[in-house]
């Protein structure tokens, strides 16, 4: 039976590459989107979402959420998506209306109605989340899981200390790593254990449509280690969620700095736990992650 999840995101390139491949895999059921302020503005976030639910002819609602963090100002990262957020291919402007204007009440609805529990997958600034889990304890039970992408058990990429995620809303993502929920964190780690080598581009490029369409996003795409290939982050989430058997995956204590000049937005993981809530993708075979991405590609048009 296919995994009910929810994606919460920031679209951003390589959340693009994470949604082609969730909305098309036959082992996810995407049951709603979520966005939030992060790579670009939340007018622009949830454009991209619309753009790419509309491309696809994909029967998945559409919700904004947060436009800002709880405490700080709104950071962006035009640098590496382009001003739009999905630059390099031009889609149509959306049609379909949002289903929401409060996503955060529509993923409380949605769990507290759902006969199964959910897993949630957040993909950008960790606010939606924040807010649904503070305002709407009651859903903690429906929720089977949080396969998030944040965070890092080494150095960061915004800062030398913080990965952008966390960096980008720090209390929120310290509410919900203390939320005491199944939490898998997909960060920094897992991503610089492989990538998307340059050569393989072409074989993406002629595989399908999404393919094409991926393709050129790619050539915009600025993100950590260009240079020996693509860090598409965001689609770790859905490969764990598909091929969980490909990751090596530790217990840990995470702890997100709030304060300072240099660590904010720093996470801070203690694998000296026996037994914790919190787990962490650390490691993947180049090849397998590689492999993977091409085999879950096919299921696209």
């Known amino acids: 039976m ?8 920031d679209p951003g390139i390589d959340d ?3 949604i082609s491949l969730a909305l098309h895999h036959p082992q996810l059921d995407v049951q709603l989107i979520s966005t939030v302020h992060g790579n670009v503005p939340l007018q622009l976030t949830t454009r991209n979402a619309q753009q790419l639910i509309e491309y696809f002819h994909a029967r998945v609602p559409v919700a904004s959420g947060a436009a800002a963090p709880l405490v700080q100002k709104p950071v962006h990262a035009p640098h590496v998506h382009g001003e739009s957020g999905m630059a390099g291919y031009t889609f149509d402007e959306p049609t379909t209306p949002l289903i929401s204007n409060n996503s955060v009440e529509t993923m409380k609805d949605l769990l507290l109605q759902s006969t199964t529990p959910m897993t949630l997958v957040p993909i950008g600034p960790l606010t939606n989340i924040a807010l649904l889990l503070k305002m709407y304890p009651e859903v903690h039970t429906y929720i089977h899981q949080i396969v998030l992408m944040g965070g890092s058990a080494g150095p960061g990429n915004i800062t030398p200390a913080a990965e952008f995620n966390v960096y980008a809303d720090p209390e929120s993502a310290h509410i919900v790593f203390q939320s005491g929920l199944p939490i898998v964190m997909a960060g920094l780690d897992i ?3 492989s990538n998307l080598p340059h050569a393989l581009l072409p074989e993406i490029k002629d595989m399908n449509q999404t393919g094409h369409m991926l393709y050129h996003l790619f050539q915009h795409y600025r993100g950590e280690s260009f240079l020996d290939g693509l860090n598409v982050y965001d689609a770790y989430t859905i490969m764990y969620l598909c ?27 203690d694998f000296n736990v ?6 962490i993708l650390m490691d993947i075979q180049a090849e397998d992650f590689q492999t993977a991405f091409l085999e879950m590609l ?3 048009p």
């Open 2 to 9: 296919p995994i009910p999840i929810i994606i919460d995101t």
């Open 16 to 18: 693009a590459a994470a």
């Open 191 to 193: 991503a610089r254990a």
């Open 243 to 269: 091929h969980p058997e490909l990751f090596t995956v530790h217990p840990a204590q995470v702890d997100v700095e709030l304060s300072g000049n240099h660590a904010r937005g720093a996470t801070f993981v």
């Open 274 to 279: 026996t037994d914790s809530s919190t787990h």
């Open 298 to 300: 096919q299921y696209c």
